[in-house]
Nanobody
Framework: QVQLVESGGELVQAGGSLRLSCAAS????????MGWFRQAPGEEREFVAG????????MYAESAKGRFTISRDNAKNTVYLQMNNLKPDDTAVYYC???????????????WGQGTQVTVSS
């Protein structure tokens, strides 16, 4: 079991940066692959980035490549999403998720946080 709490979302201007954090409870955090997803109003929840338990493999959605960086600190039970050069299309609720496999498919993740709102103004 793992519980996830996201933070760091806020209103930012286009071109700005944000770092999202996802704090996990439980001693098994280091055994999970972690993912970041986002959901805009009226849209499906979509994959943003994922990382294996030791950071050895990382995946990004095409929309995130070159602008976003996922990382994790197992000693702090935390996964991060650094987002640079933000665009209005990045506006969404961002969720972190934990699963046993690195995947872009949301159904492969069994644990989810409540989300944090990111709003990018033009």
């Amino acid at each position: 079991q793992v519980q996830l709490v996201e933070s760091g979302g806020e209103l930012v201007q286009a071109g700005g940066s944000l770092r999202l954090s996802c704090a996990a409870s439980g001693r098994t955090f280091a055994s999970y692959c972690m993912g970041w997803f986002r959901q805009a109003p009226g849209e499906e929840r979509e994959f943003v980035a994922g990382i294996t338990w030791n950071g050895g493999r990382i995946m990004y959605a095409e929309s995130a490549k070159g602008r976003f960086t996922i990382s994790r600190d197992n000693a702090k039970n935390t996964v991060y999403l650094q987002m640079n050069n933000l665009k209005p299309d990045d506006t969404a609720v961002y969720y972190c998720a934990a699963g046993s496999d690195l995947s872009s498919v949301k159904g492969r993740y069994g644990y989810w946080g409540q989300g944090t709102q990111v709003t990018v103004s033009s």
